[in-house]
């Protein structure tokens, strides 16, 4: 099992942007669909966006349509999440993984979580 790194999280205020990255040590995950979820405290970890391996499909939750954006980079073997318009309830412990499963909506269905980055929006 290899477990992915994120990072990119920070403190920011309400309207503002953070990119996230996702790296993959030592994999070549170009095969693999990849997906981000968050979990703030005391809740349940939350699909948020998710890619296809060959980037032909981009899912996102209705939360974060049209502020968020999935993309990756396989040269790079790096995922990337550039959240935009950042509102305080975006705060949470994001995670990047690596599809496994057949539901992309699902946190069952991933595997290689990493520790996650913290993303704080104050307002």
């Known amino acids: 099992q290899v477990q992915l790194v994120e990072s990119g999280g920070g403190l920011v205020q309400a309207g503002g942007s953070l990119r996230l990255s996702c790296a993959t040590p030592?994999?070549?995950?170009?095969?693999?669909?990849m997906g981000w979820f968050r979990q703030a405290p005391g809740k349940e970890r939350d699909f948020v966006a998710a890619i296809e391996r060959s980037d032909i499909g981009r899912y996102y939750a209705e939360s974060v349509k049209g502020r968020f954006t999935i993309s990756r980079d396989n040269a790079k073997n790096t995922v990337y999440l550039q959240m935009n318009s950042l509102k305080p309830e975006d705060t949470a412990l994001y995670y990047c993984a690596r599809q496994l499963g057949s539901s992309r909506w699902d946190a069952r269905s991933y595997v290689d979580w990493g520790q996650g980055t913290q993303v704080t929006v104050s307002s």
């Open positions: 030592g994999r070549t995950f170009s095969t693999y669909a």
